[in-house]
DNA sequence: CTGAAAGCGCTAACAA
DNA sequence: TTGTTAGCGCTTTCAG
C-alpha cells in the first residue's frame, strides 16, 4: 500500500515535519502562506495521516466498541445502526461485536477490543453478575450500558446507562391484557439474569395482582431471548391442559416466534390467543402480522448511548455522578391481542 | 487507562525489551524457563500490546471494513454476519460502514477506511462506474467486492468477487410465472447501474421472451433497493389501468413493500396478484408471509467474501489471476404466487 | 514564525 | 541465549 508521510511532503518545501503537521492539523505557529501551499500539496499527494503513529502518541483511536447479541436480530440491528450513526456524526468508527448473549463470549469481544485500542465501550448485553464490567473498571476503560441496567446499588451508582423504563411497559401491556378480560396468561421471558427481562416481569406482575391474576408457574417460561427458542416455549405451553388466551411475549423476534407455533397447530391469533411482544421491530407493523406491543426506540437508544460514551470519553462529563437516561415506551394496539374485535370488558 | 508496556515487564526480571518481546510473541531464541516466567508475570501484570506500536512497525491491523447498503436492512445483516464470523474465525475484526446505496456516502466511509490503516476492504454496494474502486486500486488497497460484479471487461479481469447466479434466479423466476399463465406482468428494479439488478432483469427478460411475454414499459419500474421505495413503485403500479396480474421484486424486502400497497388497497395476495422476491431473508418464510422467493444465501457469500479477502490480505493467493465466486440460488416456491392454487397451466 | 530533538511502544537487525 | 541500537510516523516540548 501506497504511503506518503509528512516527511515527504516536508521535503518538497525544505520545512521541517513539525511545520508540516501544524499546518496540516490547524495549529498555530505557521505563516499563511506556508499553511496553504502545505495543505495544497498534501491534498495533491494524497497523504493520509498514518493512524498508528498518530495514535501511538495521542492515545486516541476515535474508535468506540459496541457489544450487541446479534446483528442479524432486528432489535440489536436497528440499536447497532443508532450508536453508527451518532458515533459517525461525531467523528468515531464503530466497532461490532456479537455476543450472542453469552459471557464467555462477551469477554473474548471485549479482549478484542481491548487489544484494538478502543476509546470507549458500548455494552449491550450485559448480565447481573457481569465480571466483563468489572473488568473495563480496572483498566478505566469508559464505557456505557445499553438496555441493560446493573441493579446491585453498589456498582449502579458508578455506571453510565441507557435503558427503557421496561417495568411501566409491561405494566402497561399487562394491564391491557386484563382490562380485556384476560385471567389465564403466560408468559415467556427471556433471561432472569438481565436487567430487562427482571423489571419486565416485575411490572407485569404489579399488574396481575391489581387484577387478581396469577399466572401458573408452568406458564412462566425463561428461554432466552431468541426466537427459536421462544417457538419451542410456545409449543410448550400449548401441550399443556390449561391453555391460556393470552401471552406475554418479551421481545417482538421471539413473538414471532410464538406466532409460527400457534400457525402451526392451527391456533387463531387472535381469536383463540392474544400476544403481545415488546420492541416493536420494524416487521411488527406488517400486513398479516400487526402484533401488538411496547415501542422501545431501540435507533434513540443507540444514538444516546453513543453519546454519552463519547462525552465521558471526550472528558466533558465532569458532573462526577454517573449519568442514567430512562427512555419512555409506548404501547402500540395492533391486532394480534384482539383489542380491535372485543375491546375493554366492562 | 492503565498500560503495561513490556519495559515494564522487562525491568522486573532486568532482561531487555526484545526478549520480552520475543517471549511474549513465540519467538526463538529465548530460554525455555524465562519465557515461562515472562509470560506468566505478563498475564499476572494484566499486559496488553499496545495496538499502535504493534501497528506502526508491522503495518498490519488485522482489521478489515466492510461496506454494506444498511445493516438495518435483513440483507445487509445476514451478509454482514458472515463477514463477521469469518473475519473473527481468522483473527480480523470487522469495521462497519453503511453507504445507503450512495456513492458519495461509499466515498466517505472508504476514506475513513483508509484513514484507519484496514488491511483491506470488502464492497457490498459497488455500482457499475464506481470511482471508488479505481482509488483502492490506486494505494494498491486489497479488496473483494461481494453480491457484485463490474461488467467492463476491461476492470473486471483484475476483480475478485463472490456474488450469485443473479440471471439465472430470475431467469427461473420469470419462467415460473410464465407457466403459472401470467401474461401480464411487472417488474420492479433495484437500481440499474448495479450488476444485480442488470443481470436479474436480464435473466427475467429471457424467460418472458421464450414464453413470448413483454413488459410494457409502464410496468417496468425502477425504484432503488429500499422497502418504502417499492412500497410507492407498487402505489403507481395500482394505479394503472393495465394492472398486472404479477410482480417480480429484485428483493424480499421490497417485496414487503409490495405487499403493504397490496393489502392498503385491498388487492389479495395470491388471489388478485403474484408476488415473486428475491434472497429469501429470514422473515421471508413467516405465516402469513410466505413470500415465493429465490434463496441467496447471503450469510456464505460473506464468509466466503472474508476468506477470500483474507487470503488476499496475507497474499496465500498467488494465483495473480483473479477470483470470482459465483454461488447458486434456488427458487422457493411458498404462498405469494399463487403455485398452491393453480400449479402450472398446461 | 520555524526547526531540532525527543519519545510514544514495539519489532528487527545486528552484536555480544 | 541475550542485549544494543535504530527506526516505524507522528506530535510535542523547547530553542532559536
Redesign the pocket.
Given at each position: 500500500m501506497i504511503?506518503v508521510?509528512?516527511?515527504d511532503i516536508a521535503r518538497q518545501f525544505?520545512?521541517?515535519?513539525?511545520?508540516v503537521?501544524?499546518a496540516?492539523?490547524g495549529?498555530?505557529?505557521?505563516?499563511?502562506t506556508?499553511r496553504k501551499k502545505i495543505v495544497q500539496m498534501a491534498k495533491k499527494m494524497g497523504?493520509q495521516?498514518?493512524y498508528f503513529?498518530?495514535g501511538?502518541?495521542?492515545r486516541q483511536s476515535y474508535a468506540i466498541g459496541l457489544t450487541i447479541a446479534n446483528i442479524s436480530d432486528p432489535f440489536s440491528a436497528e440499536l447497532a445502526l443508532g450508536v453508527y450513526e451518532k458515533a459517525n456524526e461525531l467523528g468515531y468508527t464503530m466497532m461490532l461485536f456479537n455476543t450472542n448473549y453469552n459471557l464467555g463470549n462477551e469477554t473474548k469481544c471485549l479482549e478484542i477490543l481491548k487489544s484494538k485500542g478502543v476509546d470507549g465501550i458500548i455494552l449491550a448485553t450485559v448480565t447481573q453478575d457481569d465480571s466483563n464490567i468489572d473488568s473495563l473498571d480496572e483498566i478505566q476503560m469508559p464505557y456505557v450500558l445499553v438496555n441493560r441496567l446493573i441493579l446491585n446499588p453498589k456498582k449502579a451508582n458508578r455506571i453510565d446507562s441507557v435503558s427503557v423504563d421496561d417495568y411501566g411497559s409491561f405494566y402497561q401491556a399487562a394491564k391491557h391484557l386484563c382490562r380485556m378480560g384476560h385471567q389465564n396468561i403466560a408468559m415467556i421471558a427471556g433471561d432472569m439474569d438481565v436487567s430487562t427481562a427482571i423489571a419486565l416481569t416485575h411490572g407485569a406482575n404489579e399488574a396481575f395482582t391489581e387484577y387478581g391474576v396469577t399466572i401458573p408457574s408452568d406458564l412462566f417460561i425463561e428461554c432466552g431471548f431468541s426466537r427459536e427458542r421462544a417457538y419451542q416455549a410456545a409449543k410448550a405451553i400449548f401441550s399443556k391442559k390449561n391453555r391460556p388466551t393470552a401471552i406475554l411475549i418479551q421481545g417482538d423476534n421471539m413473538a414471532l416466534g410464538v406466532r409460527e407455533a400457534a400457525y402451526e397447530i392451527g391456533i387463531k391469533i387472535p381469536d383463540d390467543l392474544a400476544i403481545v411482544g415488546l420492541d416493536d421491530i420494524n416487521i411488527s407493523s406488517l400486513a398479516g402480522i400487526e402484533l401488538t406491543t411496547i415501542r422501545q426506540n431501540q435507533y434513540k437508544m443507540g444514538a444516546t448511548g453513543a453519546q454519552l460514551l463519547i462525552n465521558k470519553i471526550k472528558g466533558e462529563d465532569h458532573s462526577g455522578i454517573s449519568n442514567k437516561i430512562v427512555m419512555e415506551s409506548d404501547l402500540i394496539i395492533r391486532k394480534t391481542c384482539g383489542f380491535h374485535l372485543k375491546g375493554y370488558v366492562k
Open positions: 504511503k508521510t509528512i516527511k525544505k520545512v521541517s515535519t513539525t511545520t503537521s501544524n496540516l492539523n495549529k498555530p505557529g505557521v505563516g499563511k506556508a497523504y495521516p498514518n503513529a498518530r501511538l502518541v495521542s
